[in-house]
């Protein structure tokens, strides 16, 4: 039957389609729920308890299709209809997934063949995310169990928006079905075979393909180029996949509701940065809002880097606002918040461009993988430390959430993200590293960024217009197709800044190693060349103008040649130190600075720092009172036209600064804030100062 009951006459309206932008009427504030992992019936004291802290949404059944569908053509909505029902007593929006990232036992029953054949042979039932994507039969019944839920809850008020899935990828699928899909896509770019022999080098120990017929198991090829463009392909499965879902959603979903995905980023064991195994930005193409999921270390380890490298990475899908679908409450053990961190970490999102912030998940699980992945709750559901926090971050936002919600922000520094050379280097890594390679690169420039107070935008690699940037960060560009390499050097003629480092301009989309001069096209634009890189073993790096300011060279070390460049550290070895390390060129009306190999944190920050001032990037502070992590600042302007200011204490120690901005009013406080006044925060504290 149909959900009954909802008692708001009045939707949230969080999606104007006719602007093409993402804006919430207030900043959501909630939990993932799962009344179907309850060991007993408690929805209304949980509402209860959600509406006493202030939270606003929760996110339900993307998890529970077995519960949805316990038999073929068999539907239950009793979990679901009264979710929404005790939801809309306490003023609760929701947002529903579609329930097709696990598959139910019968589904594998029906057809065996549904779980995907990978690298390592056929999936065994058990885990989530085991089914091959492409299947038709999970197709077919994907598009029942939605058809069905979307029917039963589109006349819900209190639904606001749609999840597709949940952190979707292709799972490695690779069985013959997948790859003759693969042929065909490649015989489309290559209706020449002889083409694309060529392009990808397959002569190479006789792997040459001279019919299509032929085209052998790419499981086992040896050649990454061959290798990297079928991880394309699945990259695209994922695409396809979340863009078909979208289709369906949007023939029941009302104007006023959006369509989100929780992406999710590379993992160590926490978000570290950009996924290899989506094509984010063609991904967000289908949805409404970009969504994401972000998990970082807690406790001493708590720095607030992985918030906004991830949620800069969000906020560029759609060149908008973004929704937090999951973060960490209590979360892994070691994950447990020293109090006040919660609230910490809520305000980094919202000042980062998140218009809302949701904890996976509300309560903790008794049973099964995740039974010590904590919720909000513990598992014997009283009120804890993380609860009474989430309660002051809830409160806070209902009385000061219409002055920080739709943050609009304007950076001068972006950072240039592309999928194919974290693939490449995935393949090729760098010395010490193999599958997080370019996050590593990428991070080591984002990070130090961050420390000095820079905050920084993400574009794609698609992009070939740069020119509302003064400064472009390039980091590890190994893959890289020659327009791009040209809009590059177009961009520092221009009067654009290019920062770029070791492994860029190597080889094209296809992982061809381009055979002149490295770096290939940007040579002149760096004012530099290479013909040999090595590992650097017991080498050390010298700033040129401070030879006493040192750094190990970690990971990978290009002996560059300065051509019209200057050097601007070296290496410190007997053999090697005739190589600079650093150089910066002025090519056109712009300029260039080239990392050779990586530095530890305070060089690279310190060439950061002088090469940014030295440009005189608008806006940074490079004064000998900005302020420097652990004190994090960020900026924006928020509905009514006012600036922001958040001011954040990343440590255990008091921290005392001078406010150097106009006057205004803080915001947690209500208090009046002068130009010079003293701002004091305690250990994991923040401050928001609106000016007038």
């Known amino acids: 039957m149909k959900a009954t009951g909802c008692s708001r006459s009045h939707t949230d309206t969080c999606f104007n389609e006719m602007e093409n932008t993402m804006q919430t009427e207030k900043l959501y504030f909630g939990a993932a729920y799962y009344s179907e992992y309850l060991p007993y019936d408690r929805v209304e004291k949980d509402m209860e308890m959600m509406e006493r802290a202030g939270m606003n949404v929760i996110r339900i059944a993307e998890s529970t299709w077995s519960t949805l569908e316990p038999q073929e053509g068999v539907f239950n909505f009793t979990h679901i209809d009264h979710m929404l029902q005790v939801a809309a007593a306490h003023h609760i929006s929701v947002i529903i997934g579609t329930p097709t990232y696990a598959i139910p036992t019968w589904l594998v029953k029906k057809y065996p063949d549904i779980l995907a054949i990978t690298a390592n042979g056929q999936e065994i039932y058990g885990h989530r995310q085991n089914m091959d994507i492409t299947h038709p039969g999970y197709l077919e019944h994907c598009e029942r169990i939605i058809r069905v839920l979307m029917d039963h809850v589109r006349n819900v008020p209190n639904v606001i928006g749609y999840q597709l899935d949940n952190e979707t990828k292709s799972y490695g699928t690779a069985g013959p079905r997948v790859q003759q899909m693969f042929v065909s896509y490649l015989k489309e770019q290559f209706p020449d075979i002889n083409a694309f022999n060529q392009e990808f080098g397959l002569d190479y120990w006789s792997n040459r393909v001279n019919k299509w017929e032929d085209f052998p198991d790419v499981r086992g090829t040896i050649n990454q180029s061959l290798a990297a463009e079928f991880q394309k392909f699945q990259r695209k499965l994922v695409t396809d996949f979340l863009s078909w879902q979208a289709s369906i959603v949007k023939e029941y979903k009302r104007p006023d509701q959006f369509i989100t995905q929780n992406f999710d980023y590379a993992w160590t064991d926490h978000s570290i940065g950009y996924q290899p195994e989506v094509d984010q930005y063609d991904a967000a193409c289908c949805m409404t809002v970009a969504g994401c999921d972000i998990y970082h270390p807690s406790r001493d380890k708590l720095t607030g880097a992985e918030i906004t490298v991830c949620g800069n990475i969000s906020r560029s899908l759609k060149k908008d606002n973004y929704l937090v679908l999951e973060t960490e409450a209590q979360g892994n053990i070691d994950w447990l918040p020293y109090p006040g961190q919660l609230r910490l970490q809520a305000y980094s999102h919202i000042a980062n461009g998140s218009n809302s912030v949701m904890y996976w998940h509300w309560h903790s699980i008794h049973n099964a993988i995740e039974s010590y992945w904590k919720g909000v709750l513990s598992h014997d559901f009283s009120e804890n430390e993380t609860y009474r926090e989430a309660c ?301």
């Open 392 to 692: 002051v971050i809830g409160n806070e936002w209902k009385r000061i959430g219409s002055h920080l919600k739709n943050i609009k922000k304007t950076n001068h520094v972006a950072v240039l993200l592309d999928n194919a050379s974290l693939t490449g280097l995935s393949h090729f890594p760098l010395a010490t590293t193999a599958e997080h390679s370019y996050n590593l690169v990428m991070r080591s420039l984002c990070d130090a960024l961050y420390r000095l107070n820079i905050e920084f935008d993400m574009v794609s690699s698609r992009e070939r217009n740069f020119s509302s940037y003064e400064c472009l960060i390039v980091p590890a560009l190994y893959s890289a197709p020659e327009d791009l390499l040209y809009a590059l050097e177009s961009y520092v003629k221009d009067g654009g800044h290019l920062i770029t480092t070791y492994r860029s301009a190597f080889s094209d989309e296809h992982l061809k190693i381009y055979s002149d001069v490295q770096p290939h096209i940007l040579k002149d634009c760096l004012g530099i060349h290479y013909d040999q890189y090595t590992y650097p073993r017991n080498t050390s790096v010298k700033l040129q103008a401070d030879p006493s300011v040192t750094s190990d060279a970690t990971e990978w070390m290009d002996l560059l040649f300065c051509d019209t460049a200057k050097t601007i550290a070296s290496y410190a070895h007997p053999v090697y130190g005739a190589y600079a390390a650093v150089t910066q060129n002025t090519f056109g009306k712009g300029s260039s600075l080239y990392f050779g190999t990586m530095l530890d944190d305070k060089m690279t920050e310190q060439i950061l720092h002088d090469y940014l001032q030295e440009i005189h990037l608008s806006d940074a502070d490079f004064s000998k009172y900005a302020l420097h992590f652990p004190i994090i600042t960020k900026q924006g302007e928020n509905d009514e036209g006012h600036h922001l200011f958040y001011y954040f204490n990343y440590s255990m120690e008091e921290q005392k600064f001078p406010y150097p901005h106009e006057a205004g009013r803080e915001l947690l406080s209500d208090t009046e804030i002068s130009t010079g006044s003293v701002l004091t925060l305690a250990p994991w504290d923040v401050a928001i100062i609106e000016t007038y």
